[in-house]
């Protein structure tokens, strides 16, 4: 169905999506982060010519200004952008002095942007399925994803949503759309398992992506229902831990490897909030200058950490659990990267990274985190890390030249 504005084709659909998704609803000047600043500002071709050929009196010379073409777009949805401020948090120069935005005020909701108007929504269209999950880089999403039980049941209901916002997805290395549906149905079914620790699950999830990626690589497509079946039976059995008997956490290890994660991140410009939050967990981890302390002391406020953070995980059991499905879900995993393998050992990354972050914050402190305080610490994971472009290729990067991306190895990250 198309509707509304005459520049843009809306499509309304009913749409499936976590339960946590049906209930957010922007907070505004509420919020204690801002998504107007620190981070690009893609515009799609109409929304650019249309801030272009503006003849208000006041966004004009901004316009003007910071409103800029992408000399190596390469399609309509990231065909321009808003140059950033030059202050300290970066903003976005179209926020007035109330830190409210001149276009929303001066032209209304539809002369937004897409990447303004939506986020922090993403959109899938899997054949006729729509599917809207949230980045957890947005603190409200993020409390409403991780802090209640219930966030990841599913509903379905009608959006209505810009059709240049919607990522559709191509059936991939010759497998079809449904088969690709049923590998991420299961791989959601292996995070939900009750009975199995998550990194146990994640481990699961490592072993049929590195299984999958096998057949894929030997184009044997045919071959897939089988593995599928087969996943399912272990799953059932129990056979699918036989594997994991041996497999341990190693607290030294997760703290030595992720540290450089850490470290790359407080580099990196960050806004006032989250490096507000990182420079807690520096502090609880015994950080000096951006720098890490020697190994064995490291260990030892790593192990503090740990034992601090148990007993506030345990008032919310399912948060890192939530964390990771959010991420499946949001990432079309194990679809959207270079094989479902290299995906994996994204995962494990991202989950390495918003781990280290809670143990250290909870270092930091004598008493315990509160569940806010949690899921403030993994927006400020995503906001800071894992959505980071720079920031995820420099992580594989430090696995793949220290020999840590092998399977063996980043299960003892887990």
Same mark, same amino acid.
């Given at each position: 169905m198309l509707s509304g504005n005459a520049m843009k084709k809306m499509i309304t659909d009913t749409m499936l999506m976590p339960t946590y998704v049906s209930r957010f609803s922007c907070i505004g000047g509420e919020c204690e982060d801002t998504c107007c600043a620190g981070w690009g500002i893609t515009l799609d071709k109409d929304t650019f010519l249309r801030y272009q050929s503006s003849f208000d009196s006041v966004l004009r010379p901004l316009f003007t200004q910071h409103v800029k073409r992408y000399s190596k777009s390469k399609s309509n949805e990231?065909?321009?952008?808003?140059?950033?401020?030059?202050?300290? %948090?970066?903003s976005c120069p179209l926020l007035d002095e109330g830190?409210? %935005?001149?276009?929303?005020?001066?032209?209304?909701e539809?002369?937004?942007?897409?990447?303004?108007?939506?986020?922090?929504?993403?959109?899938?269209?899997?054949?006729?399925?729509h599917q809207m999950t949230l980045?957890?880089?947005?603190?409200?999403?993020?409390?409403?994803?991780?802090?209640?039980?219930?966030?990841?049941?599913?509903?379905?209901?009608?959006?209505?949503?810009?059709?240049?916002?919607?990522?559709?997805?191509?059936?991939k290395e010759g497998i079809d759309l449904a088969t690709m549906e049923e590998v991420r149905s299961l791989i959601v079914q292996i995070l939900r398992s009750p009975d199995i620790t998550l990194?146990?699950?994640?481990?699961?999830?490592?072993?049929? %992506?590195?299984?999958?990626?096998?057949?894929?690589?030997?184009?044997?497509?045919?071959?897939?229902p089988g593995l599928l079946g087969d996943m399912e039976q272990d799953l059932d059995s129990g056979a699918a831990m036989a594997p994991l008997a041996g497999f341990t956490a190693l607290p030294e290890v997760q703290a030595q490897v992720s540290a450089p994660f850490l470290m790359a991140g407080l580099k990196a410009f960050q806004s006032p909030h989250v490096r507000r939050v990182l420079e807690e967990v520096a502090q609880g981890l015994g950080f000096r200058e951006g720098l890490a302390p020697e190994g064995p002391a490291l260990v030892r406020a790593?192990?503090?950490?740990?034992?601090?953070?148990?007993?506030?995980?345990a008032a919310v059991p399912w948060l890192l659990e939530h964390f990771v499905l959010n991420e499946v879900l949001r990432d079309l995993f194990p679809w959207a990267g270079e094989s479902p393998k290299r995906q994996f050992?994204?995962?494990?990354?991202?989950?390495?990274?918003?781990?280290?972050?809670?143990?250290g914050r909870a270092a930091s402190r004598e008493g315990m985190l509160t569940p806010l305080q949690l899921a403030e610490t993994l927006q400020v994971a995503c906001r800071g890390f894992a959505h980071d472009r720079n920031l995820v290729r420099h992580s594989h990067q430090v696995l793949?030249?220290?020999?840590?991306?092998?399977?063996?190895r980043l299960y003892t990250l887990i």
């Open positions: 990231d065909y321009g952008h808003i140059e950033l401020g030059k202050d300290d %948090c970066k830190k409210l %935005c001149r276009i929303h005020e001066r032209l209304g539809k002369a937004l942007s897409d990447t303004c108007s939506h986020y922090p929504r993403t959109v899938h269209r899997f054949g006729d399925l980045d957890l880089s947005c603190p409200e999403a993020a409390r409403l994803a991780l802090l209640a039980e219930d966030a990841f049941d599913f509903v379905a209901e009608d959006r209505t949503i810009s059709q240049g916002f919607i990522t559709v997805v191509r059936p990194s146990n699950r994640l481990r699961v999830v490592g072993q049929f %992506c590195e299984r999958l990626d096998g057949l894929i690589r030997q184009r044997r497509f045919e071959d897939l790593y192990e503090v950490g740990r034992a601090r953070l148990a007993p506030a995980l050992a994204g995962l494990v990354i991202r989950h390495a990274t918003a781990r280290l972050l809670l143990v793949e030249e220290s020999g840590w991306d092998n399977l063996e």
